[in-house]
C-alpha cells in the first residue's frame, strides 16, 4: 500500500493484497519517531470445498440444515465438514457429482445415538455405508463404476432421543479417476429383510461385468447362488432360499 499521510488510516473491504506490516511515523521541526509495526493478516473466508479438501468439485449441501466447514474437529489437523444442526426426523446433506470409473477415499467420525441417528453414504441414491454412535475419524474407500455418479453423505436422525453431540464430520475427500477394470463391490442393506423371511442384496459393479454371488451359513462352505452377467451398474438380487429366523453370510467374486 502506498504511504498515508492522513491521521487516521480506514482499510475497507480488505483482501489480500492488503496483507502486512503497517507503521506509524510521527513528524515535527524537532525530528521523527516511528512506531513498532503493527501485523494485519487477511484470511480467506474458509469454504466447503476446501474443509473437504476437494477443491476441484462442485459441492452443495441442503436437508433441513446445510453442513458447514469448521476448524475443531478434523482429521488433518486443519479444517473439515460437520453436519447442520437438526432435530428429530430431519436430515443434513452434503454432495457433489464424479464422473467414473475411479477410486473414492474419504474419512468420517459421528458423535451421536449408536445404530438410530446415523451418517450414511450414499452412491446414486444408493446406502453402502453408515457410522453411527462415538466414533474415532474412520477411512473409507469405494469403487466408482463408469458414468456420472452422485456422491451424498447424509446425517439423519428418527423420532426420539439424542446422544453425544448430535452431529458428523466429513474430511480429506479423494477422487482418482481410473481406466481399466474395477473389481464390483457390494452393500447389503440391513434393512433389506423381508417379511417373507427372503433378504435383498443391492450390488454396483462396472457395467458390462460378470459376478458371482455366493452364500454360507458358517462362513466355510460356500453355495453360490446366482451368477449375473452383463451387469448393469446397480443390480438387485432377493435370496429366496433362506429359512425365516436364519442367517446367511454373502460375498461377491468375478468368475
Known amino acids: 500500500m502506498n504511504a498515508q499521510t492522513n491521521s487516521t488510516l480506514l482499510l475497507t473491504e480488505v483482501a489480500l493484497p492488503d496483507d502486512g506490516a503497517y507503521k506509524v511515523e510521527v513528524q515535527n521541526e524537532y525530528g521523527s519517531v516511528t512506531s513498532t509495526a503493527a501485523v494485519l493478516t487477511v484470511v480467506t473466508p474458509l469454504n466447503l470445498a476446501d474443509a473437504l479438501d476437494a477443491p476441484g468439485y462442485l459441492w ?30 430431519q436430515e443434513s446433506w452434503v454432495q457433489t457429482v464424479v464422473n467414473g470409473p475411479g477410486q473414492l477415499s474419504f474419512k468420517w467420525k459421528a458423535s451421536s445415538e449408536l445404530g438410530f441417528d446415523r451418517l450414511v453414504f450414499e452412491l446414486d441414491g444408493l446406502a453402502l455405508a453408515n457410522v453411527s454412535g462415538e466414533t474415532a475419524w474412520l477411512q473409507q474407500t469405494q469403487v466408482v463404476t463408469v458414468g456420472q455418479h452422485q456422491l451424498r453423505w447424509v446425517y439423519a436422525k428418527d423420532g426420539s432421543i439424542s446422544a453425544g453431540q448430535d452431529r458428523s464430520w466429513l474430511d480429506q475427500v479423494s477422487y482418482n479417476p481410473e481406466s481399466g477394470v474395477l473389481q464390483p463391490v457390494y452393500s447389503l442393506n440391513p434393512k433389506a429383510r423381508q417379511r417373507d423371511g427372503m433378504f435383498q442384496i443391492d450390488l454396483v459393479g462396472q457395467l458390462g461385468m460378470t459376478i458371482v454371488v455366493e452364500g454360507s451359513f458358517d462362513l466355510l462352505n460356500w453355495v453360490p447362488l446366482v451368477t449375473i452377467t452383463n451387469l448393469s451398474g446397480t443390480t438387485r438380487y432377493i435370496d429366496s432360499g433362506t429359512p425365516s429366523n436364519a442367517k446367511r453370510f454373502y460375498r461377491v467374486s468375478t468368475p
Open 60 to 89: 452443495t449441501t441442503g436437508g433441513n440444515s446445510p453442513w458447514l466447514p469448521e476448524t475443531n474437529v478434523t482429521a488433518d489437523g486443519i479444517d473439515a465438514a460437520v453436519s447442520g444442526v437438526i432435530t428429530d426426523y
